[in-house]
């Protein structure tokens, strides 16, 4: 029952391609979230949508962007991959309010080579 | 702003023992907080929340505002319990959660 999807778990692109990360939730969550993690600095916050069309920055925007044209997809852009953003990148979406905690996806493994 | 510490990257216990995982927190308002389990090759997910005085997989959290910290606790280590460990912060009407670096707990049999 898998309710939070990642496009994909593997992705390996080169410097400055221009990088799409799919994520689709399937409970009719009204926020959804990009976070990266990488060991020793936990999960960064670096977008966020509270609604269709509708996105705010989170700690670590720069370098990339986000849409969100449905309220079941939320996409994050990388407009010109670098090596620093070699990461595990997770998706997410919760609630209005977020009391009831998030439901992550499984994870998208990016190498920028 | 809202900040999370975890002070420890690692944890060993030995099965049987009790786990104490910390958190301390930083905020000016009356935040919520939240711990998450990260399982080998598995997908991060919620663990307990403070709100609900829940115990979960017998593991429990208590809020301290006076030391601001919501440690993490189990009496009875478990090798199912080895896992990363990530406790979060949200703010009151706030919908982000901002999470401490974790903490990779390894029970050792």
């Known amino acids: 029952d898998v309710k939070v999807t990642q496009s994909s778990r593997y992705l390996v692109k080169r410097t400055g391609e221009k990088v799409f990360l799919e994520c689709v939730q399937d409970?009719?969550?009204?926020?959804m979230f990009w976070y990266r993690q990488d060991p020793g600095l936990g999960l960064r916050l670096i977008y966020f949508s509270y609604d269709v069309k509708m996105k705010e920055k989170g700690d670590i925007p720069e370098g990339y962007s986000v849409s969100r044209e449905k309220k079941e997809r939320f996409s994050l852009i990388l407009e010109s991959a670098s090596t620093n953003q070699t990461s595990m990148y997770l998706c997410?979406?919760?609630?209005?309010?977020?009391?009831?905690?998030?439901?992550f996806g499984s994870g998208t493994r990016l190498t920028v080579v | 702003a809202q900040r999370v510490t975890q002070p420890e990257k690692l944890l060993s216990v030995f099965k049987g023992a009790p786990v104490e995982l910390k958190c301390n927190y930083s905020y000016s308002g009356s935040p919520e907080l939240f711990w998450y389990v990260q399982y080998s090759r598995q997908r991060l997910q919620l663990l307990l929340r403070?709100?609900s005085r829940e115990s979960i997989k017998g593991f429990t959290a208590d809020l301290n505002k006076g030391e601001t910290s919501f440690h993490l606790k189990k009496p009875f280590a478990q090798e199912e319990d080895s896992a990363m460990y990530y406790c979060?912060?949200?703010?009151?009407?706030?919908?982000?959660?901002?999470f401490g670096t974790g903490t990779r707990l390894t029970i050792i049999p």
């Open positions: 409970m009719d969550h009204e926020n």
């Open positions: 403070h709100i």
């Open positions: 979060a912060l949200s703010g009151f009407g706030n919908e982000k959660l901002t």
């Open positions: 997410a979406s919760s609630f209005v309010g977020g009391k009831y905690g998030y439901t």
